[in-house]
């Protein structure tokens, strides 16, 4: 009997650590852009307004240390709070006298949230949001007296190396297996990575350790990016700001209020294909993935439904579809061209 006991508590132990789907706060987005590009989203996929002070914080892991959480630098408290079924935006404060590069004005238009922005300042969270490709995010809650990650970005413990088999200059997580030895193309360097919508909740540690070996990223189970993200070019910042997540079930309100977009089909293997927003349609644009602009459609009549022409030219890619309605809200969805 008492063995049983035991069993039972041993399962309950291992359920309160194990990840629960659309229970708590998420990476939705992250964004290694030029110089100080930088910015993380983080998506509540819970029908509750969650606070982040004294609870949530975000720690860099700068070039495969497993120490950071010790230095206040590299540890970013989260204070305020985030609204149900809301993503929040996390950049550099590019006003802190001393920073280097500003970040664009683009990207500093989307920021909900300022992180101290003077490298070499000392202060808490100051060489946070400095990512290069090659280190490691986490996000953290306070659980009874301990820190806990919720989500991991990359793999702590690791450090990539760049396409010379080296680490200067910083080189990144890539596509091809075991994905930190710089071989194939970099996914987490000069790029932006959206979380698919059919992620429901973050990776804890016992998931990331499954990775493969935290001292070297041991073939063949290092981070792949594209298990749980997709992927644009540099400086891409549309997305910022909005999530689109299979948590949110949606009701009759949330249908005729929601910014959500549906291309059908898709992926595409005819001549057209048909783009539908919850608002009516302004004006409608497609990108490939070095983040050119390669169709444009302005849409005059007041319609909620558009059809793209597909060209020989978008033939056997991937590109990104980014929708702007008439009430200047934008949404952005991947459409694969066979």
Known sequence: MKKLYLIVIVLIMAGSVSAQDCSDLFISEYLEGWNNNKAVEIYNPTPNIITFTNTYRLIRWSNGSTIADQDIQYVLPLEGDIQPYQALVIIQDTNFPGQDTMVWAGLRAKADYLAPADYNAGTQGCRVVFWNGDDAISLQKLTGSNWIDIDIFGEIGVRPLNWQGTTTPAGAWTDT??????????????????????????????????????????????????????????????????????????????????????????????????VRAKDQIESIEVYNMLGERIYVMKVLASTREAVIDIPSTMRNSVLMVQVKTRNNRISTQKMVVR
């Open 177 to 274: 297996p075991p994905f930190w030895r710089g071989e194939g193309a970099y996914l987490t360097q000069n790029q932006s990575l959206l979380r698919k919508s059919t992620i429901k909740h973050g990776i804890n540690r016992a998931t990331m350790n499954t990775y493969g070996n935290t001292i070297t990223g041991g073939f063949p189970d290092s981070f792949n990016a594209f298990v749980e993200f997709d992927s644009l070019a540099a400086n891409v910042f549309d997305s910022l700001g909005m999530h689109t997540c299979d948590c949110k079930a949606l009701g009759i309100n949330d249908r005729a209020n929601a910014d959500l977009l549906q291309i059908f089909p898709n992926p595409v293997t005819g001549n057209q294909t048909t």
